[in-house]
């Protein structure tokens, strides 16, 4: 690497680890039913392991974005990077379910340290005129994670056992830190003096925390809808609070003045919200409705994010000089016709037709998130690009939250065990998604009018 410039030396770091947390989520979602027979796990259960993963980044990716502005962006992505490595390899000491969420807390506040910082890094070091291509590669990156993991996923668990997974992504991890400490030099503090909200960021925790949880748990549990009520008034509270707020841990007035900001996280959230669950109900569809093995399963999966890996730098190029709003407003419509596909087919299945929605899909996200992304860093300025790339990890994370906390809540009704349950639930969870995604169109085309 001595050769390369400085900006494609942080490029390529940056693009490293951002492969790492896709894959991470995408590879485990194949070994779920390896991981559910070995410690005798339900559904519900094993949809924990992807959950406790994204609370924990959702409520720590913004506390920790203020600490990277005060001590140091590369201090607190070093961190990130190695404590994913060290939480990866004490999979090995893993007897229960329960031992499993303590790696995955983890491995969450690793990547929120990673998240916080990742595209903020990006934004400071390369070029206005090309920031669309550093994200379009970055993207690129995060999607050849999803493309291996299901791969690679159901290799180690057919060939190896699901543990191998972690192995590998804390080799991934390894390297990456010795690379960083090499060449990565800069610590981008750009607040030194800044204090941290400490009492909003346990409001804004407690809020998420009691969101998230009452919702999965409000068919089983009869303290979910309090607990729900009482995350989302918490959270109203949190609002107020940070509108009024000298150093606040969420920057709530950059969503005010600021419409291309603020539509674009909307649509990015809702994205996020119709789609990370898709991997999840293939797989469990595939393999327990379908009988398909991990192995089978992954080579499935792969179509969509090798669409999406193969043509975000070249979206990402574009959206330097073509308005992002019109690739982003196409991609949601590619992205929704493509659950569209998926609500019809899991009831009529031809894998022909589950191919065919996963490539439309592949091509809708690889028109939508870099230029999105984008849009988001270029709406404001370099003193705000760590509260942007928080807020770009957070919409994100709430997302993914939301998404797999709906497919907890279907998956938890009246469960008895057939195939024909397990297909019409999985049938209703694609049409929510697919309206969620078709709401998402609007914000998406509407970010640049006045």
Not at 270 to 293: K, P
Request: aromatic residues 12%; contains cysteine; positive net charge.
């Amino acid at each position: 690497m001595e050769r390369i410039s400085y900006e494609n030396k942080i490029l390529i770091l940056m693009m490293m680890v951002s492969f790492i947390n896709p894959f991470t989520s995408s590879a485990l979602t194949t070994a779920l039913p390896d991981i559910g027979t070995a410690y005798g796990a339900s559904e519900m259960a094993l949809s924990w392991v992807i959950e406790t993963f994204l609370i924990v980044s959702t409520i720590t990716i913004m506390p920790v974005s203020k600490m990277a502005d005060r001590w140091g962006k590369r201090r607190i992505f070093l961190i990130g990077v190695l404590l994913f490595c060290c939480s990866s390899l004490s999979v090995f000491f893993v007897s229960s379910i329960m031992a499993l969420l303590v790696i995955r807390v983890l491995q969450g506040l690793a990547s929120a340290c990673i998240f916080a910082t990742n595209m903020a890094i990006i934004s400071l070091v390369t070029n206005p005129q090309r920031r669309g291509r550093a994200m379009g590669f970055t993207i690129a990156a995060v999607y050849s994670g999803l493309s291996f993991g299901p791969v690679l996923g159901g290799f180690f668990s057919y060939y190896l056992n699901w543990q191998a997974i972690f192995y590998f992504i804390a080799l991934v991890c390894a390297i990456v830190y010795l690379l960083s400490l090499r060449y990565m030099k800069e610590e981008w503090i750009v607040n030194a003096g800044g204090s941290l909200d400490g009492t909003g960021s346990l409001l804004y925790a407690l809020a998420m925390v009691a969101v998230m949880t009452g919702l999965s748990e409000l068919a089983v549990w009869d303290v979910g809808k309090y607990l729900l009520t009482a995350g989302l008034l918490a959270f109203g509270v949190f609002l107020y609070r940070e509108w009024h707020t000298a150093s606040p841990v969420l920057p709530v007035r950059i969503f005010s003045g600021n419409r291309v900001f603020s539509f674009s996280s909307l649509a990015a959230m809702l994205n996020y919200c119709a789609t990370f669950g898709i991997s999840f109900l293939l797989s469990i569809y595939l393999q327990r409705v379908m009988g398909m093995n991990a192995r089978d399963t992954g080579l499935i999966l792969l179509m969509q994010p090798v669409f999406m890996a193969v043509l975000s730098p070249v979206t990402g190029t574009l959206s330097d000089k073509i308005s992002p709003s019109v690739l982003a407003s196409s991609g949601m419509v590619f992205i929704t016709a493509g659950l569209a596909t998926l609500t019809y087919t899991v009831t009529h299945p031809l894998f022909i037709c589950i191919i065919a929605a996963l490539v439309i899909i592949g091509i809708g996200f690889s028109l939508f998130t870099a230029p999105n992304n984008n849009a988001i860093m270029g709406s404001v300025t370099p003193q705000y690009y760590g509260a942007a790339s928080s807020v770009v990890g957070t919409v994100r994370l709430i997302g993914q939250v939301l998404s797999v906390a709906i497919i907890t809540l279907i998956l938890s009704q009246n469960q008895n065990g057939t195939v024909s349950w397990l297909t019409a639930h999985i049938q209703l969870a694609f049409l929510i998604f697919t309206i969620l995604c078709a709401i998402g169109i609007i914000p998406s085309a509407i970010r640049n009018k006045t």
